[in-house]
């Protein structure tokens, strides 16, 4: 099992940052992929940023260029640095995590428990 504990969500002004932090602990295999999804009141979660232990990073259109999530040397914390908020970015960020099941070998998922992003005119 993999716990996740997000945290530095908030209210802010309208071309704002927030830094975003995600740590995974628990027992098992290495966390392989990790990033954020985003939600709004009646809509999907959808995908803001994922950070994969090889290969591209991720991110969704809307926040190419304003961005940024890091993991520092592979480590099972995970940041996103979002410059230039706008209101539009406004949804609780759910922080996820991969790691293979221990006895299939199937990748799973596992989710923090979400932290809200308010963006003001």
């Known amino acids: 099992q993999v716990h996740l504990v997000e945290s530095g969500g908030g209210l802010v002004q309208a071309g704002g940052s927030l830094r975003l932090s995600c740590t995974a602990s628990?027992?098992?295999?290495?966390?392989?992929?990790m990033g954020w999804y985003r939600q709004t009141p009646g809509k999907q979660r959808d995908l803001v940023a994922g950070i994969p232990s090889e290969g591209s990073i991720k991110y969704a259109d809307t926040v190419k260029g304003r961005f940024t999530i890091t993991r520092p040397n592979g480590s099972d914390t995970a940041f996103l640095q979002m410059n230039s908020l706008k209101p539009e970015d406004t949804a609780v960020y759910f922080c996820?995590?991969?790691?293979?099941?221990?006895?299939?070998?199937?990748?799973?998922?596992?989710w923090g428990q979400g932290t809200q992003v308010t963006v003001s005119t």
């Open positions: 996820y995590a991969e790691r293979p099941h221990e006895v299939s070998g199937v990748q799973v998922r596992y």
């Open positions: 628990g027992s098992g295999f290495s966390i392989n992929a």
